[in-house]
């Protein structure tokens, strides 16, 4: 069974462009969790998707979004990008407990 | 008080040695409780889920303590392979599942 795929893998952008990351859940897992995990801190609860819609967001500012589609993958999108957004971005697909997929990592310069 | 709290560590151990980590948690509320264990700039892996009664998985043994709002997680025979961040997660039930991080905790294994 395939576990949980992100994409791209890196992603280096410069301040004030926007990003897109893509997740893909475990088959049959309806739930899509995104964090961020800067270099050095924990994990940061950033949405939380189910069944298509938003069902939690984290203390991020609005221009983090994102969405989930008909076949539960998910994306991020992150506007207006700042120096400080530079992280790990991790999904997890969950029943009960999370399943995490590698991670994209993003680099503003 | 942090929601969930895990000293950060480093443990630095020798090969085949037993070590402990605790993590408090502040949520009299939280139903899930579980532990993971992520190696340098990787993603968080499922170490094993923690049960009312105790749970053990060859040398990990998982605990839970409610009435004093902990978990701990004890390896023993401690491996190089062992080397990590182990994270400790605390989750409320209900309508608005989030489950809650701790920082981790640094487990070192040395020869």
């Known amino acids: 069974e395939a576990g949980v795929t992100q994409s791209p893998t890196h992603l280096i952008k410069t301040r004030g462009q926007q990003a897109t990351l893509r997740c893909s859940p475990i088959?049959?897992?309806?739930?899509v969790y995104w964090y961020q995990q800067a270099l050095g801190l924990g994990l940061q609860f950033l949405l939380w998707?189910?069944?298509?819609?938003?069902?939690n967001r984290g203390n991020f500012p609005p221009r983090f979004s994102g969405r989930q589609f008909p076949n539960y993958s998910s994306e991020l999108n992150v506007n207006a990008l700042e120096l400080e957004d530079s992280a790990l971005y991790l999904c997890?697909?969950?029943?009960?407990?999370?399943?995490f997929g590698p991670g994209t990592r993003l680099t503003v310069t | 008080r942090k929601e969930v709290e895990q000293d950060p560590g480093p443990f630095n151990v020798p090969e085949g040695a037993t070590v402990a980590f605790n993590c408090t948690y502040s949520n009299s509320a939280s139903q899930s409780f579980f532990w993971y264990r992520q190696d340098c700039r990787k993603e968080p892996k499922l170490l094993m889920s923690?049960?009312?009664s105790g749970n053990e998985d060859g040398r990990f043994t998982a605990q839970l303590n409610r009435a004093s709002q902990y978990i701990s997680l004890l390896i023993r025979d401690s491996k190089l392979s062992d080397s990590a961040t182990y994270l400790c997660v605390v989750g409320t039930s209900g309508g608005s599942y989030i489950p809650t991080f701790g920082r981790g905790t640094s487990l070192i294994v040395h020869p």
């Open positions: 997890a697909s969950t029943a009960y407990e999370q399943y």
């Open positions: 088959s049959g897992h309806t739930s």
């Open positions: 923690v049960y009312s």
């Open positions: 998707y189910d069944e298509g819609e938003e069902r």
